[in-house]
């Protein structure tokens, strides 16, 4: 049975931490958006669709067997159950799953760095908005979380190599993503802040590393940053 | 053995989600912070304690037994699972803990509403965009959210009572201070769009008739609203 993820065709955003879950996994996907035309046919009809009886709120969303699984932190721990990728006791579930909604909040407010004021418009109507709250992110919030996962992967009894005992989790993959993600969009920003997070630079380098991680971001699966995700880079808000 | 509760003494904030559950399931627990002096030696040792290896980012917090659990949705999984609030199935728990989520992401938007550019500054120092982000949440994204949760109370195959199948889940008791809190930050907003939900406020109503909750509600456990909190009245938000 071939997994099926319903997400924006053309954007990473919270679809990339579900696409490298299930490449990590060597999971058999569609990623039915990107199979589609324009109207996206299949992406909106299961949200407007009044015959769903449990309908997502947003993308992304997974399709397995009769299972509908929305929310990017509910589809990974699904996932991360059902290929290896968290641990199988309470608490190393628990856990992989209370760093997996830190990272969610992360991804908010990096969104909430160029669209402060509301996602349905568009950056250009809220710029003075969004060069405050990036300062002010940049100042506090991201030094916050990295710091907060720097010391995550110090304290691991296990050792600094995994976020979480020594077996690799979605939680790994994710921060892979953060720290690609936030050196697009805030280069010089991540330039001066990283040396002060040797142990999350390791962690990205290792995850990159992975076989089929390596595979996927060579390949033509794995979408470009661009000026439409979550990840942006706008030269005035990274000074 | 009974629960320790970890969050800031004073406010509802997130924390009330977790005492909702607590309260609902007759779990004996301390909610500690509320029998600390001001300084919150308890609350703040936990996080800043380098010798904890599994750190909380943020209250909220539950301590159960040998288990430290963080991030609210993810106590509430764990209760959910532990005291019959949430279905025992695979997909009932998944579907429970993607609308538990999905009220996360409203709340962000709540406080966001009051705090768009920075948590760590007052709100008269970001009430011009406090007014353009209330603005924006009361048009598109207070109706989308409401809409959404009237659609899955209207879809469940086995009524309108609860939002999943025909038991009380934590995604209840959570909607439950949703439309509370709503009410309190929004009264003007909220009577013009309640009528359009009334399958929401029939739930609030039915949680608040709960003989748990009710009794809890009119004990000084239940803190007031107040503008400490993330449900906050500003009249000029409220026009």
Redesign the interface.
């Known amino acids: 049975m071939a997994y099926e993820l319903y997400y924006w065709p053309e954007i990473q955003g919270r679809g990339e931490f579900v696409r490298l879950a299930l490449e990590q996994a060597g999971a058999a996907y569609t990623d039915v958006a990107r199979e589609e035309d324009d109207d996206l046919p299949g992406l909106m009809h299961t949200m407007q669709d009044?015959a769903?009886?449990?309908?997502?709120?947003a993308p992304p969303y997974l399709k397995a067997g009769?299972?509908l699984?929305?929310?990017t932190?509910?589809i990974l721990?699904?996932l991360g159950d059902r290929h290896g990728l968290a641990p199988a006791d309470?608490?190393g579930r628990?856990?992989t799953?209370?760093l997996q909604?830190?990272i969610a909040?992360l991804v908010?407010e990096v969104h909430?760095t160029h669209h402060?004021?509301?996602?349905?418009?568009y950056y250009e109507d809220?710029k003075p908005?969004a060069k405050?709250?990036t300062e002010?992110f940049l100042a506090?919030?991201m030094p916050k979380?990295l710091g907060?996962f720097e010391?995550?992967l110090a304290?691991?009894?296990a050792g600094d190599a995994h976020l979480v005992g020594d077996g690799l989790t979605t939680a790994d993959l994710s921060m892979f993503q953060i720290i690609a993600g936030l050196r697009y969009a805030f280069p010089k920003a991540m330039a001066r802040i990283e040396p002060k997070h040797p142990r999350l630079v390791r962690l990205h380098d290792r995850v990159a590393a992975l076989p089929r991680i390596k595979a996927y971001l060579a390949s033509p699966r794995r979408i470009a940053f661009n000026q439409d995700g979550i990840f942006r880079h706008y030269p005035e808000l990274d000074p």
Chains 1, 2 share one sequence.
């Not at 769903?52 to 709120?57: D, G, S």
């Not at 402060?116 to 418009?121: A, Q, V, Y």
């Open positions: 009044g769903v009886p449990q309908p997502p709120f009769d299972l699984i929305g929310q932190a509910n721990l699904f309470e608490a628990l856990w799953h209370q909604l830190t909040d908010v909430d402060p004021i509301g996602s349905g418009l809220q908005e405050r709250r002010d506090h919030r979380y907060y010391r995550v304290r691991n009894p």
